[in-house]
C-alpha cells in the first residue's frame, strides 16, 4: 500500500485513479478538438485551454472518489463500478456548472462538454472492464507470510477470505502455540530456514501474529528475514493498514504509546480545521435554512410535539454540551427521559422521520454547534452520557475517543452502518480510534467527500 498523509490507499487503486486522470484528460481534449472542426475553428495549442483541461479531470476525479467508484466492489463487478461512474458522471457535470457559474473564464462550451463526458464515459466502463479484474486481482496483492497459528493468526487468515482485500495469505508459521487454531499451519521445526522459506513462498511480508510474545520472539530468524529485504510488521499495524481501523482485539497500550500518529503537532491543522468549520457552518446554515424550515413544518404537521429537540451529548475532554436536531421520533419516544438504542425499523420513527434519517436532514441543525467549536464537520460522532458511562465499563480505550472533538460525520460513519448495541458501537470505536491516531486534513477531504456516498446510498439509517 502506499502512504499518503498518514493514510494507506491500495497500489491498484492508485494505478486506477492516474490511468482514470489521464483518460479524463484525453477525452476533454478530443471533445475540444472534435467540436473546434465541427465550427472550422483552429485548435491552437493544448496550453491555450489546459485550465479548462484540468478543471474537468480535477471535478470528475473528485466526483469518483466522493460516489466510491474505487471501492473494493469497483474492481469486482462491473455492474457495480458502471451504476457509480453513472452517477459520478452527473455529478461531475453538475459540479463543473456550478463552477463555470461562479468562475465564467473556466468555461468548458457545454458542446464540448457533452463530447467530452460521452467519452469519459465510455473509456471508464472500458477500462474496468478491462482492468478491473486484474487490479483486483493477485498481481497487485502483497504475499504475507504470518508466524503464529493461535487466535490472532486465524484473525488474520479470516479477513483474506474476505473479498477485496490487499494481501494473500502465502503461508503460516506455528511458533509452538498451545493450542493452535489454524490447520493449515507448518510448525517452525519443520522449516530448517525461516528467510528461506519465506523467499520459496514469494513473501514480500512477514507479520508477527504470536499469542505470548515474550521469551517467544524468533530475534535470529526476524533479523535474517529483514536482511533479505522482508517487511517485518506487527498484527495491531497490520490490521491497521489493511482494514483502516484499530483492532480491540489485538492491540495494547504500548503499542498506542510509542505508534507514530497521534502527533503533537498539529497547530497548523487544527486552525485550517477551525477556519474550514466556521466558513461551512456559515454558508451551510444560510443555504439550508428553507430545506430546514420546510422539513420543521411537514414534522408539525405530521406529529404533536416541537419540530427541534435539544439532546445532551459528550463532547471534547469529556466535556457535556447539546445539540439541536429535527425531530424524527415521537415526542413521546423515550420515557422519563431514559436512553434507549435506535432498532432498525424502529417503530418510534415517524413517516417524515424515516425520510430525513435516510438523506441526514435530521443532521442539519447541528452545524449551529460546529459554528460555536463544540463540534467539528469531521470526528466521532458524540453519544449520549448515559451510553457513555456503559460503553466505557464495556470498550477498552473509550474515553480516548473523547480526545479529538466530535463531529457530524466521521470514519466510523462511512465505513460501518448505524450501530445499536454495544457491539455495534466497539466496531465504531475502531474506526474513531483510526481517525484520531492518523488525523489530517487529506483524511478530512475524504472523509468529507465520502459522506456523500453514504448519503446516496444510506446502508442501516436508524
Known amino acids: 500500500m502506499f502512504r499518503m498523509f498518514k493514510h494507506y490507499i491500495p497500489h491498484a487503486v492508485l494505478l486506477l485513479g492516474i490511468v482514470d486522470a489521464l483518460l ?99 473509456l471508464l466502463v472500458v477500462v474496468r472492464a478491462l482492468l478491473g479484474r486484474t487490479l483486483g486481482g493477485e498481481t497487485f496483492k502483497r504475499r504475507v507470510v504470518i508466524l503464529g497459528a493461535g487466535q490472532r493468526a486465524a484473525r488474520i487468515l479470516e479477513l483474506a477470505d474476505q473479498p477485496g482485500v490487499n494481501f494473500i495469505a502465502a503461508g503460516f508459521v506455528a511458533m509452538g502455540e498451545a493450542s493452535p487454531t489454524v490447520a493449515s499451519a507448518i510448525h517452525r521445526d519443520a522449516i530448517p530456514n525461516l528467510a528461506a522459506y519465506v523467499v520459496e513462498r514469494r513473501a514480500t511480508e512477514i507479520v508477527l501474529a504470536l499469542e505470548e510474545r515474550r521469551n517467544a520472539l524468533p530475534v535470529k530468524d526476524l533479523l535474517r528475514v529483514k536482511t533479505t529485504g522482508v517487511m517485518v510488521t506487527e498484527i495491531s499495524s497490520f490490521l491497521e493498514r489493511e ?160 480526545m479529538v472533538k466530535p463531529g457530524i460525520t466521521g470514519w466510523a460513519q462511512i465505513n460501518y452502518p448505524y450501530g445499536a448495541s454495544i457491539e455495534d458501537s466497539r466496531h465504531k470505536l475502531e474506526y474513531d480510534l483510526y481517525y484520531a491516531k492518523n488525523y489530517s486534513p487529506f483524511l478530512d477531504l ?5 459522506t456523500l456516498r453514504v448519503v446516496l446510498w444510506p446502508t442501516g439509517a436508524r
Not at 480491540?248 to 497547530?267: K, Q
Not at 443555504?287 to 427541534?308: D, M, N, Q, W
Not at 475524504?446 to 465520502?450: C, S
Open 243 to 402: 482494514t483502516g481501523r484499530i483492532d480491540l482485539n489485538s492491540v495494547n497500550p504500548s503499542w498506542l504509546i510509542f505508534s507514530d500518529g497521534f502527533a503533537s503537532s498539529r497547530m497548523l491543522s487544527s486552525a485550517f480545521k477551525r477556519a474550514f468549520d466556521i466558513i461551512a457552518s456559515l454558508l451551510l446554515l444560510v443555504f439550508t435554512l428553507p430545506i430546514v424550515l420546510f422539513t420543521a413544518i411537514a414534522i408539525k404537521l405530521e406529529s404533536r410535539g416541537p419540530a427541534l429537540y435539544r439532546q445532551r451529548r459528550v463532547g471534547l475532554y469529556n466535556q457535556p454540551f447539546d445539540i439541536v436536531k429535527l425531530r424524527s421520533m415521537r415526542q413521546d419516544a423515550e420515557v422519563a427521559g431514559q436512553a434507549v438504542w435506535a432498532a432498525e425499523r424502529d417503530p418510534r420513527i415517524t413517516r417524515i422521520g424515516r425520510f430525513i434519517r435516510k438523506v441526514r436532514i435530521d443532521e442539519l441543525p447541528q452545524t449551529w454547534a460546529v459554528l460555536k467549536g463544540e463540534m467539528s464537520f469531521v470526528g466521532p460522532r458524540p453519544e449520549r452520557p448515559q451510553f457513555v458511562d456503559e460503553l466505557e465499563r464495556h470498550l477498552p480505550y473509550y474515553a480516548e475517543r473523547h
Open 24 to 122: 479524463l484528460f484525453a477525452s476533454a481534449e478530443i471533445g475540444w478538438i472534435v467540436r473546434a472542426h465541427q465550427i472550422d475553428m483552429a485548435v491552437g495549442p493544448v496550453t491555450t485551454r489546459l485550465p479548462q483541461l484540468l478543471i474537468f479531470v480535477f471535478t470528475l476525479q473528485i466526483a469518483l472518489v466522493a460516489v466510491g467508484a474505487y471501492g473494493a466492489a469497483s474492481f469486482l463487478s462491473l455492474r457495480f463500478a458502471a451504476a457509480r461512474l453513472a452517477v459520478a458522471i452527473s455529478l461531475g457535470a453538475i459540479l463543473q456548472a456550478l463552477l463555470f457559474f461562479l468562475v465564467p473564464s473556466l468555461t468548458f462550451w457545454r458542446s464540448n462538454l457533452l463530447y467530452s463526458m460521452i467519452l469519459a464515459s465510455i
Open 446 to 450: 475524504l472523509i468529507l467527500l465520502q
